[in-house]
């Protein structure tokens, strides 16, 4: 059976596809419900994959959370960024006193309704002002725990060698391997 990882972000699915080259892209728009706990997120949207197609289905979440909002904004990350924008969120925790974060990726898998998985990545770092240039969200705040430069200012392979859904892709790809 086709496995297929839903996003209609490219850089996204070429990332995952460098990993698990047999996953196909399926670029539908599910519902997603607001919540602050992801693997509620991921589990109510491959529910909804099963209503339009047959398969095997990956969604992820990316979240940040930040120390000095109690883990806020978490997967509500998107709803942040559109509000305040990167500036916005750095000058919050700096004025806050704590630039700490925790980037986390969450990918689910499921089999069928009844069999889903979940595989983590994180990676722990500090918000500072906005430095580089993308177009991929909070990317020119985040500085990753022993590195001197934001995400934005990485190159993509750097990023990818480290990044916080590699390490959830690479769980995957594990567990898929057990699973054949």
Known sequence: MSKYFITGNKNKFEEVRA???????????LPE?????????IKEKLL??????EGEFIVEDTSLYFKCLNNLPGPLIKWFMQTLG?????DMANKLGNTEVEAKTIIGYAKNSEEIYYFEGSIKGNLIKPSGETSFGW?????????????????REEKNEISMRRMAVNK???????EN
């Open 19 to 29: 990993i698990l080259p047999n996953i196909k892209q399926l670029d539908i728009d």
């Open 33 to 41: 419900i607001q919540e602050v706990d992801a693997k509620e997120i």
């Open 48 to 53: 909804e994959a099963f209503k339009h197609k």
């Open 86 to 90: 990167n500036k916005g969120l750095y």
């Open 139 to 155: 990317d020119p705040i985040f500085q990753p725990e022993g590195y001197d430069k934001s995400f934005a200012e990485f190159t």
């Open 172 to 178: 995957l790809k594990e567990h898929l391997h057990y």
